[in-house]
């Protein structure tokens, strides 16, 4: 089974897909070359890419079975609210929902696409799970984990140690990343590797159900 894994980061999402099959092909798209370093270390039988996430979807979406997106969200998030009174004005990153039209209209396998929720109406109906929204072209369960993340904090003190907290919850080590990131975004970044397993484990689900001519979608 071949998958792909975009903006990859460490691999919050993918770090327990070995457990729900054994017999996995990713491939991780990376652009920042100290997170591709830290997850080759990671995950080392995965095929680790430094390069654009968006184009090499485009390029490259007809080798996948199974592709997963979590394309940048500070654009989208609450978060712009308070920015936007501090002076700090930007347009929301329209390349999540070019990816969303995209693998909606033309890829044949399964997919997940992960997002904060955002600060307006998503323009395209997704399916809200916790402080996430995901678009998939397969049904979730109400419930992708159990676990409960450390809470965000505005405040900017405890901020700065906030990521030793989120690298405990995540299962990562950080301590030996050298690139220019605020660590504290790139922990915040990942996605709960239950939420991840659990998401796997349904699109893997149907796509069995589907080579078995079965057509019932749950």
Sequence with gaps: MK?????????????KWNEVKEDI???????????????QERFPNDTVII?????YLLDHYKE??????????????VT????????VE??????????????QTFF?????????????????????????????????????????APPITANKARRKTQHKDLCKFHDIDLSNYK?????????????DYEAGKTIFETALGIIRKQNDKQTELF
């Design 51 to 55: 390069a654009d996430a968006h184009q």
């Design 108 to 148: 044949k396998g399964k997919y997940c696409i992960e997002n904060v929720k955002p600060y307006y109406e998503p323009l395209v109906p997704a399916k809200k799970r916790d402080r996430h929204l995901y678009w998939t072209n397969f049904n979730l369960p109400n419930i992708l984990s159990n676990r409960k």
């Design 80 to 87: 712009n609210h308070f920015l936007n009174a501090q002076g």
């Design 179 to 191: 690139g220019g990131q605020d660590l504290g975004k790139v922990a915040r970044n990942l996605v």
């Design 25 to 39: 092909e990713v491939t991780a798209i990376e652009l920042d070359p100290e997170l591709a370093r830290l997850y």
């Design 3 to 15: 998958i792909l894994n975009l903006y990859a980061c460490l691999g919050g999402n993918r770090y």
């Design 64 to 77: 996948f079975d199974f592709i997963w997106s979590s394309p940048p969200c500070p654009t989208h998030s």
């Design 90 to 103: 930007r347009f929301p990153d329209m390349k999540l929902y070019e990816e969303i039209i995209f693998l």
